[in-house]
């Protein structure tokens, strides 16, 4: 997961926000599936550079949101079945995207199917590599 | 007694220093929690050094005071010290000792010395522990200063400007060392540095001194969310006017569009005018803004 998580300290995105949709979003795309063990956290701390108590924060609210669970003395795990989004942080979360998507598309005068055009490239760079599948 | 996780490592209060007519200290009141790391940050000549060394116990305050695990640090400054490693600017030891006759006499100084950790460090430093202390290059005296530091497990690190001097490598093994340790034991830290983008994942918490008051004392997500860069581009250009009630601080304006750091909320701005994004401000963009003109800014 190291090339697929990365955070960057100086956005403007908190760290552990960073973090925890870092990992929300490999979990909906598959890159880490149920059940996966976690690294520590001190490893993944390493490894992307940041503070330890960053990565405790963003587990918390993981498991708080049934994401992640901890197994006592085991370590962290992807929850067998972790939700997604909820229907009002999903919309939320898309209109944020697609407020800051058309202001960029009409800074640079694009038409709508322009951008729709895209859009629909940008969106098969996130899609999931599915097994047996040569990408 | 009050057990050691839940004592402040660190509690400065009203501390001022003066040196005859001029002030190097004024009023500076922060504390640092258990478990936190502090970055503190200023300009050269801002008052840093002053204050590390009242908070080391080498220099007595003229007014206020600092409090490590609630003891008076100038009055008990003996009996702390072993609770404290220190790092300093300018790693010293004797240059001709070798690093591990230096390793070997500070393991008697102490009951609590971790050997096999201080030796697991210098192993992934790769320092070579036969060669005088003088010898060694500045990073390498830098790693040996941190892997003594470490030795008798302290409570509290207090980094002064660990990095400075080192080359990427070097600054990068230092702070991998120091998340190994905060991961492993959950040390605090206080550190003074000028490497703000190398410190920016670490910190917890940021202090910035200017001109001898602490300007700032704030968590670093704290910060980021009171303070926004904007930028825009053109045709529609802003003004001065326009950004006034956000209370702009370092406004800036040229051909290609502006950008400007702003105190206040800044939703109504963006909802009014389309063109306006907000940017990502880094901890180095952020200092400058606030330490780098004369700014005003709003407690």
């Given at each position: 997961?190291?090339?697929?998580?990365?955070?960057?300290?100086?956005?403007?995105?908190?760290?552990?926000?960073?973090?925890?949709?870092?990992?929300?979003?490999?979990?909906?795309?598959?890159?880490?599936?149920?059940?996966?063990?976690?690294?520590?956290?001190?490893?993944?701390?390493?490894?992307?550079?940041?503070?330890p108590?960053?990565?405790?924060?963003?587990?918390?609210?993981?498991?708080?949101?049934?994401?992640?669970?901890?197994?006592?003395?085991?370590?962290?795990?992807?929850?067998?079945?972790?939700?997604?989004?909820?229907?009002?942080?999903?919309?939320?979360m898309?209109?944020?995207?697609?407020?800051?998507?058309a202001?960029?598309?009409?800074?640079?005068?694009?038409?709508?199917?322009?951008?729709?055009?895209?859009?629909?490239?940008?969106?098969?760079?996130?899609q999931?590599?599915?097994?047996?599948?040569?990408? | 007694?009050?057990?050691?996780?839940?004592?402040?490592?660190?509690?400065?209060?009203?501390?001022?220093?003066?040196?005859g007519?001029?002030?190097?200290?004024?009023?500076?009141?922060?504390?640092?929690?258990?478990?936190?790391?502090?970055?503190?940050?200023?300009?050269?000549?801002?008052?840093?050094?002053?204050?590390?060394?009242?908070?080391?116990?080498?220099?007595?305050?003229?007014?206020?005071?600092i409090?490590?695990?609630?003891?008076?640090?100038?009055?008990?400054?003996?009996?702390?010290?072993?609770?404290?490693?220190?790092?300093?600017?300018?790693?010293?030891?004797?240059?001709?000792?070798?690093?591990?006759?230096?390793?070997?006499?500070?393991?008697?100084?102490?009951?609590?010395?971790?050997?096999?950790?201080?030796?697991?460090?210098?192993?992934?430093?790769?320092?070579?522990?036969?060669?005088?202390?003088?010898?060694?290059?500045?990073?390498?005296?830098?790693?040996?200063?941190?892997?003594?530091?470490?030795?008798?497990?302290?409570?509290?690190l207090?980094?002064?400007?660990?990095?400075?001097?080192?080359?990427?490598?070097?600054?990068?093994?230092?702070?991998?060392?120091?998340?190994?340790?905060?991961?492993?034991?959950?040390?605090?830290?206080?550190?003074?540095?000028?490497?703000l983008?190398?410190?920016?994942?670490?910190?917890?918490?940021?202090?910035?001194?200017?001109?001898?008051?602490?300007l700032?004392?704030?968590?670093l997500?704290?910060?980021?969310?009171?303070?926004?860069?904007?930028?825009?581009?053109?045709?529609?250009?802003?003004?001065?006017?326009d950004?006034?009630?956000?209370?702009?601080?370092?406004f800036?304006?040229?051909?290609?569009?502006?950008?400007?750091?702003?105190?206040?909320?800044?939703?109504?701005?963006?909802?009014?005018?389309?063109?306006?994004?907000?940017?990502?401000l880094?901890?180095?963009?952020?200092?400058?803004?606030?330490?780098?003109?004369?700014?005003?800014?709003?407690?």
């Amino acid at each position: 997961m190291k090339a697929i998580l990365q955070v960057d300290p100086s956005a403007a995105t908190p760290l552990w926000r960073q973090i925890e949709e870092g990992v929300r979003r490999l979990v909906a795309t598959g890159g880490l599936s149920a059940g996966a063990l976690m690294p520590s956290v001190r490893d993944l701390a390493r490894e992307l550079g940041v503070n330890p108590n960053t990565v405790v924060k963003a587990y918390q609210h993981l498991v708080e949101a049934g994401v992640l669970s901890v197994r006592r003395g085991d370590g962290t795990y992807v929850a067998e079945r972790p939700p997604g989004f909820s229907a009002a942080e999903r919309g939320a979360m898309l209109r944020e995207g697609a407020l800051r998507f058309a202001a960029t598309a009409q800074t640079v005068s694009a038409t709508l199917p322009d951008a729709s055009t895209a859009l629909a490239s940008a969106w098969k760079t996130f899609q999931p590599v599915r097994r047996g599948e040569k990408s | 007694m009050t057990s050691n996780a839940e004592m402040n490592p660190v509690d400065c209060h009203q501390l001022g220093v003066r040196y005859g007519r001029m002030v190097a200290l004024e009023e500076v009141t922060f504390t640092v929690a258990p478990g936190q790391v502090y970055a503190l940050l200023g300009r050269n000549g801002s008052g840093k050094t002053s204050l590390v060394r009242c908070l080391l116990g080498h220099q007595k305050p003229c007014s206020g005071h600092i409090e490590l695990f609630e003891q008076d640090v100038w009055a008990s400054r003996r009996s702390l010290m072993h609770r404290v490693g220190v790092v300093s600017e300018e790693p010293d030891a004797p240059p001709t000792m070798t690093t591990r006759q230096v390793l070997q006499f500070c393991a008697g100084l102490y009951p609590s010395w971790d050997a096999l950790g201080v030796e697991a460090r210098l192993q992934r430093f790769r320092v070579p522990q036969e060669l005088p202390f003088g010898k060694l290059s500045r990073g390498q005296k830098a790693q040996v200063s941190l892997a003594l530091a470490l030795g008798p497990r302290p409570s509290l690190l207090v980094l002064d400007d660990p990095t400075l001097g080192l080359d990427a490598v070097a600054r990068r093994e230092v702070y991998d060392e120091l998340l190994g340790e905060l991961a492993e034991r959950g040390t605090t830290v206080f550190i003074t540095t000028h490497d703000l983008a190398g410190i920016e994942g670490l910190a917890d918490r940021v202090g910035i001194l200017h001109q001898g008051r602490l300007l700032v004392d704030a968590s670093l997500e704290d910060l980021k969310a009171r303070y926004r860069k904007i930028g825009w581009a053109p045709p529609q250009a802003l003004r001065l006017e326009d950004l006034a009630p956000y209370g702009p601080l370092g406004f800036r304006m040229g051909s290609l569009g502006g950008e400007t750091v702003l105190q206040g909320d800044p939703a109504p701005l963006l909802a009014a005018r389309p063109e306006v994004q907000i940017q990502d401000l880094s901890l180095e963009e952020l200092f400058v803004t606030l330490v780098g003109a004369d700014t005003e800014v709003a407690s």
